[in-house]
């Protein structure tokens, strides 16, 4: 057998074996797909006052993880994504003082 016609047998053998996959994926894929639509749904039909309490305590947690930076900050560690943790050096990070004003 030439190697172009092995080359191609290969080939060939690949796209079974990914369309194989495929076929198995697909009713996977929309199992996912119906269960996000009936979560979307449902989602949906929350009542406001039920939304505007989500809503509150979101606002409540990011009010919480931001104060909880500060002190971090303040007590000398990095906030910011470059140096997240890691000990201040002398002085002040722009990074994290950046990152931890509120614009």
Known sequence: MSQLTQALTEVE?????????????????TSLEEENARLKRELCSLPEQETERVIANAER?????????????????????????????????????GFLRKD
């Open 61 to 97: 947690i990011q009010g919480v993880a931001h104060d909880n930076l500060e002190r971090l900050y303040s007590e000398g560690f990095h906030v910011c994504h470059l140096h997240f943790g890691q000990p201040l050096e002398e002085g002040d990070c722009l990074f994290c003082m």
């Open 13 to 29: 053998e690949k796209l079974n074996s990914l369309i194989e996959e495929v076929q198995r994926l697909r009713p996977y894929v």
